[in-house]
T-cell receptor, first 111, second 112 residues
Framework: GESVGLHLPTLSVQEGDNSIINCAYS??????FIWYKQESGKGPQFIID?????DKRQGQRVTVLLNKTVKHLSLQIAATQPGDSAVYFC??????????FGAGTRLAVHP | DADVTQTPRNRITKTGKRIMLECSQT?????MYWYRQDPGLGLRLIYY???????NKGEISDGYSVSRQAQAKFSLSLESAIPNQTALYFC???????????FGEGSRLTVL
């Protein structure tokens, strides 16, 4: 989930398990949402996006779920692999073309 | 070669010094952004530019300035660096239709 402190929340999973990373967004006017993955020492990379007229979108091993009623976004990663270890950010777009990023969640995958 | 290149990748400087971080892109995108990343705070928008003649302040523009020298180049300046500007800085581009941002590898700045 989101963090307001200096330390990122961490989700620890076993290799092969499914991971669910949650995000609460703040603006009910947001109509576009993106998940980014940031590996150590690198810039964030796009994973998957979803528009507000959808509640679910699937990619390769990833699924994003959107619940507009409670302003909640989640990223599900199937069969988590060591290469999935990273910090994951959700981002919302309440003002045209100006994304607002969450604080991030660290995913740690253990063998 | 990276599509979005930032220089320098690491810089240590002293309080009061002027610093410029440069960003160049080969994606042909009109829209470019500068973000700052601090632990636990995610990415915060400093400045953005939708084309060469369009520059806009983001949520934390105080103490920073930018220059869009060409479609491919967007530089961020700290006129008089202070320690609380120590952070990881990212440049990003955005194409059409708008949505996905393409980030550089980041520039780590330390102000002593």
């Amino acid at each position: 989930g989101e963090s307001v402190g200096l330390h990122l929340p961490t989700l620890s999973v076993q290799e092969g398990d499914n991971s669910i990373i949650n995000c609460a967004y703040s603006n009910s006017a947001s109509d576009y949402f993106i998940w980014y993955k940031q590996e150590s020492g690198k810039g964030p990379q796009f994973i998957i996006d979803i528009r507000s007229n959808m509640d679910k979108r699937q990619g390769q091993r990833v699924t994003v779920l959107l619940n507009k009623t409670v302003k909640h976004l989640s990223l599900q990663i199937a069969a988590t692999q060591p290469g999935d270890s990273a910090v994951y950010f959700c981002a919302e777009n309440p003002y045209r073309n100006k994304l607002i990023f969450g604080a991030g969640t660290r995913l740690a995958v253990h063998p | 070669d990276a599509d979005v290149t930032q220089t320098p990748r690491n810089r240590i400087t002293k309080t009061g010094k002027r610093i410029m971080l440069e960003c160049s892109q080969t994606k042909g995108h009109d829209r470019m952004y500068w973000y700052r990343q601090d632990p636990g705070l995610g990415l915060r928008l400093i400045y953005y530019s939708f084309d060469v003649k369009d520059i806009n302040k983001g949520e934390i523009s105080d103490g920073y300035s930018v220059s869009r020298q060409a479609q491919a180049k967007f530089s961020l300046s700290l006129e008089s660096a202070i320690p609380n500007q120590t952070a990881l800085y990212f440049c990003a581009t955005e194409g059409h239709p708008p949505g996905e941002l393409f980030f550089g590898e980041g520039s780590r700045l330390t102000v002593l």
